[in-house]
């Protein structure tokens, strides 16, 4: 068995317990609120804008041996440039004030999952940053192009507020060989244990994001109420 479906077979578990997220299940249904909505794109604005920065420590940080990967973050990073700013036009598009949204800050459970990436990167093994982004482009090419569909139809949004869903899912399809091929090369064991660990660690820290995404909703209406 290759590693990539190694890794594939090994976190299967926590991968369904991802997708089995009540609000995830919501939106595939099409089930959401536009609160729910908006805040999903708020999360995703909080860590997707750490996504350059963590590739580029990750890429200074990798061993001679692994040049040739730390020439596929070069293209991931190209690629990667300015999502946020997707998420933010979408957040506009929503009616959300889009500086305030750049502004605002993320939840806990967004906070912990990029220190968490930031530890993976500067403490650990930095080949462990591909469990997250096996982690995040997976659920993206499982998840966003469906979600986004069903979602537009059910709450009556444009279309414009769909870029990064829209958009992230297509071009997380074209990443997918691309991971395989990278996960495959890598003939070390310390390395296949750090993405297999960092992997199983980012299932559960993305599926709190959106166990959470009400409630901090409810905080934000309660702040404003106070306000």
Known sequence: MSFHDDLLAQTEAERAA????????SALAGRISHDDYT??????????????????ACGARLPARLEW?????????????????????????????????????PSLATELMVAYAYDTVMRGNPVGFFGMVLVLEGTSVALATRAAE??????????????????????????????????NRLDDADDHRAVLHAARRFYVLY??????????????DTARQAA
């Open 18 to 25: 991802l997708i089995g997220v009540p609000i995830i299940q």
């Open 150 to 183: 069903t979602i537009e139809t059910s709450l009556g949004l444009p279309r414009n507020a769909f870029v990064y869903l829209r958009s992230h899912g297509d071009l997380d399809i074209e990443h997918t060989g691309f991971y395989e091929s990278l996960m």
């Open 39 to 56: 805040a999903f794109l708020r999360q995703a604005y909080h860590h997707v804008r750490h996504t350059v920065p963590l590739l580029m």
């Open 207 to 220: 599926a709190d994001i959106f166990r959470s995404l009400r409630q901090d909703g409810e905080r934000r």
């Open 69 to 105: 990967l730390r020439t596929a973050i070069g293209e991931y990073i190209e690629e990667e440039m300015g999502h946020q700013e997707w998420i933010l036009d979408d957040l506009a598009a929503c009616g959300m004030d889009r500086a305030a949204e750049a502004a605002s800050e």
